[in-house]
Each structure stands twice: as structure tokens, then as C-alpha cells.
């Protein structure tokens, strides 16, 4: 990969990464929720993150947007990925294009280093493998065509069987990963 653009697999929580934006596996309603939602939503000020999130209203499955990241980080970005319904509904394409638009976002903001939960995989029922897949290979395809560019991409995950099967599709797709 060109830059100086990392892609990295952690066991530590999403709400403790210390990267500058933390990406939010929202609902296209952009309520608190349960999950890494719920927890993003806690650490950053339920309230006040929720009054941001009402402003903006409504985000398309497959799309982010973003918000200050209040008492947790610099910005938060929520990203809505797919109910998974079996593959048949653009659902591969719609996790994918959530962290493409949410490393557009980030690159729009300056901001030069994130953590992603893997979206999608936990309530919204997408198989770990093609979350996986989907995940790294839009990382993957973002910082070859942004080559002028260079961000910290971290996923924050605290099972460790999740881990290495992250990082046995990174190595399928040829993608280095620092391990922290």
C-alpha cells in the first residue's frame, strides 16, 4: 500500500482506542442503541450526542455522517451498515460503501486516525467472515486511491477468535496489519 496509511487489528474496546474519531455502528435513525452504540453513546454524553444526531435526523443504510465526539473523542462518525437478509439485498455493498464514506469523512475532516467496530456483525446478524472481507478490502481499496493521504485505521475488537479471523482475511488479501 502507497502513504504511510496503517491497518490495524486491536483487542481493546472501542471507547478506549484513543484515536481521534470512533466510528459508530449506527441505526438510520441515529438513536442510541444497544451494542457499540450504546457503549459510544455513554462514554461520549448520551444527551448531547443524541441532540447532534437529531439535528442531522436520518442516515441511508450504507452511508455515514458525523458529529463531535463530545467527552470521548474529536469526532464521532456514524456509519449505518446493513441488516444482513441473506446477501441477496446489495448488503456486501452497503457495509462496504459505510467505510469507504466513513474514510471519505474522515479525510474531509482531517483527521488522521480512527477505530471501527466491525460493522454489522454483532445485532444486524452479517456473517464475521464477509464483515471481515467487506471491512479490509474497502480499507484496503480507500488508501490505494487516496495515496495523497495518510490515517491510522484501527477495529477495535475484543473477542480474540474475531481477531484472528481478521487477520487471516487480511492475509488472503494481501493487506499487512500491525497487531497492538
Known sequence: MANNS????????????????????????????????????????ATELQKACDEIGHCDTGSAV????????????HAVGPMYMGGKRNEPEQLYSCYINSLDLAKENGIKSIAFPLISSGIFGYPKEGAW????????????????????IGFAIIDKDLID?????????????SRG
Do not use: M
Not at 472481507?133 to 491510522?152: G, M, V
Open 66 to 77: 458525523i458529529t463531535p465526539g463530545y467527552h470521548l473523542c474529536d469526532y464521532i462518525i
Open 133 to 152: 472481507r467487506q471491512a479490509l478490502q474497502a480499507c484496503k481499496d480507500w488508501i490505494e486511491k487516496n495515496d495523497d493521504y495518510s490515517i491510522a
Open 165 to 177: 479471523l481478521g487477520l487471516k482475511i487480511a492475509d488472503e488479501l494481501g493487506i499487512t496489519i
Open 6 to 45: 496503517t491497518v490495524e487489528i486491536r483487542k481493546v474496546g472501542i471507547t478506549n482506542t484513543g484515536a481521534k474519531c470512533v466510528v459508530n455502528a449506527a441505526n438510520s435513525s441515529l438513536k442510541e442503541g444497544g451494542g457499540v452504540c450504546g457503549v459510544i453513546f455513554l462514554a461520549a454524553g
